[in-house]
């Protein structure tokens, strides 16, 4: 069991049936009345998000996750399919579960994938990845590092992001998974 007091960011919890990923919390002690925590958790099996608040000592059901190194095969449209690359045994976890993490992932990458109580549930991805930039307005010319503005400019995952007047076709970027942000040329 884990009680309200050991939640951490990226804690796995079963609330009423259903595993939820905790993405943010907040311990609260008003003024008047008990504590309590206010939570944004995502559901593992849909990817939804909800806000959820909890009288503090709460506790939940601990729920056990591994991740296992796979290969990102293909996305067909209705599932992403991945390959254990020590037995070669394939998967296939519904799309829209892992749709955000995909907008990162080139086929044949290699992906921690992460199981919930010995299913497949969620793919994690690093803090930055490194895409190359297939589509994008030409720069102008007097274009500075330090000019400002942004264009948008289409990755070879099909991911559509801000980058600055600079970036041409052929650039690779880095990206910051989490909020989809430019971070520099790679």
Do not use: C
């Not at 990923?21 to 008003?30: C, G, I, M, N, R």
């Not at 729920?63 to 390959?83: K, N, P, S």
């Amino acid at each position: 069991m884990i009680s309200t007091n050991q939640l951490k960011n990226g804690n796995h919890i079963e609330v009423d049936g259903t595993v939820f990923k905790v993405l943010d919390f907040q311990h609260v002690k008003p003024g008047k009345g008990g504590a309590f925590v206010r939570t944004r958790l995502r559901r593992a099996s849909d990817g939804n998000v909800i806000d959820r608040t909890f009288r503090a000592g709460e506790k939940f059901r601990a729920v056990r996750t591994e991740a296992r190194r796979m290969q990102f095969l293909y996305a067909d449209g209705t599932d992403a399919h991945f390959m254990d690359a020590e037995s070669y045994e394939q998967l296939a976890i519904p799309q829209a579960s892992v749709e955000q993490a995909l907008k990162w992932t080139r086929p044949n990458d290699e992906v921690d994938l992460l199981f919930i109580d010995e299913r497949p549930s969620d793919v994690q991805l690093p803090a930055s990845v490194e895409l190359e930039v297939t589509e994008t307005e030409p720069g102008l010319r007097g274009d500075t590092a330090s000019g400002g503005g942004s264009k948008p400019a289409t990755l070879e995952t099909g991911a559509t992001i801000q980058v600055p007047l600079f970036v041409d076709v052929g650039d690779r970027v880095k990206v910051q998974t989490d909020s989809g942000d430019y971070m520099s040329r790679a």
